[in-house]
């Protein structure tokens, strides 16, 4: 397997992960500390959680997609079988 066949693998499984948590850590945040009395405040919350959620995802994920790539080309240039001084 070549190095890009790895990151087109690595990038969506760690972002699944990292987004996954995210939204985990999101959902806990908002249930210990916003009330959610009545029908419109659960629409609203629920809404509101799922937008912060989306977005903390996607700046994770261009991190993580860049670290990933860094990590390829390190280990591309690092054992590489002719490497360049």
Not at 5 to 22: E, H, L, S, Y
Request: charged share 20%.
């Amino acid at each position: 397997m070549d190095g890009t066949t790895v990151t087109k693998i690595a990038k969506p499984v760690v972002g699944f992960a990292v987004g996954a948590g995210i939204g985990q850590i999101v959902r806990g945040i908002v249930a210990d500390s916003v009330p959610t009395d009545n029908a419109y405040q659960k629409v609203t919350v629920y809404a509101g959680q799922t937008v912060v959620s989306m977005a903390a995802s996607d700046v994770a994920r261009l991190y993580t997609d860049a670290k990933i790539d860094a990590l390829a080309a390190w280990i591309s240039k690092t054992f590489a079988k002719n490497p360049k001084q």
